[in-house]
Every structure is written in C-alpha cells, then in structure tokens.
C-alpha cells in the first residue's frame, strides 16, 4: 500500500513558478512509477507528466512540454513537479500517482494509488 500527499500549491500570477511535492509512505515507493495529473473545475482529469521507477525516463503532455518538470528522490520517497512560466490554463487541482508497474505511463487506469490533490490557481 502506497499513500500520497501533495504540497506546494497555491496562487500565483501568469509567468510565475510553484513547485509541487509528493511524498510517498510504503517501500513500494522506488519501484512505482510516478505520475501528475490534473483537473480544473467541469473538465476531466488529464494527463500532465511521468517519471518511471529510476527517475531516467520521463514524459509529458504537449501543453506543459519545456515550462514543467518532474524529478524524483527515491532516498525521500519523494516525486516533484516544478512548474514555470505558469499560465491561468494551468489553474486546477493537481494529483500524484503511482503505477506499480514501474514504468512511465499516461493513462490514468495504469496507476495504482492517487493522492488527494493540491489546488494550483495562476491568475492574469
């Protein structure tokens, strides 16, 4: 069993940077591949960055490509999301999650456990 908790959200102005946590509790943490996803209100949740177990190979979705970046620290249990040059696109609840198999996947079904979310909001 795999539980997640995001931190780091919050408000911030067009062009501006958050960075996102994850941290993991349960030893499954540095085998699973990690995930960040996201839903803004009346939209369905998308897909927005990957990483898989080693933190050597990663993905994202054509509308974070070069202003977003997932990493991972295997020692902390922790998988982070830096987000720069913010967008009010960017504006909704953000999730991480983790795929038992290990490695990079975009499709949410893939994934094994889901943490509560944290709120980003980038305002113009």
């Known amino acids: 069993q795999v539980q997640l908790v995001e931190s780091g959200g919050g408000l911030v102005q067009a062009g501006g940077s958050l960075r996102l946590s994850c941290a993991a509790s349960?030893?499954?943490?540095?085998?699973?591949?990690m995930g960040w996803f996201r839903q803004a209100p009346g939209k369905e949740r998308e897909f927005v960055t990957t990483?898989?177990?080693?933190?050597?190979?990663?993905y994202y979705a054509d509308s974070v490509k070069g202003r977003f970046t997932i990493s991972r620290d295997n020692a902390k249990n922790t998988v982070y999301l830096q987000m720069t040059s913010l967008k009010p696109e960017d504006t909704a609840s953000y999730y991480c999650?983790?795929?038992?198999?290990?490695?990079?996947?975009?499709?949410?079904?893939?994934?094994?456990?889901w943490g509560q979310g944290t709120q980003v909001t980038v305002s113009s």
């Open positions: 349960g030893r499954t943490f540095s085998n699973s591949a």
């Open positions: 999650a983790a795929s038992k198999l290990g490695l990079t996947t975009t499709l949410p079904s893939r994934y094994d456990y």
């Open positions: 990483i898989n177990w080693s933190g050597g190979t990663t």
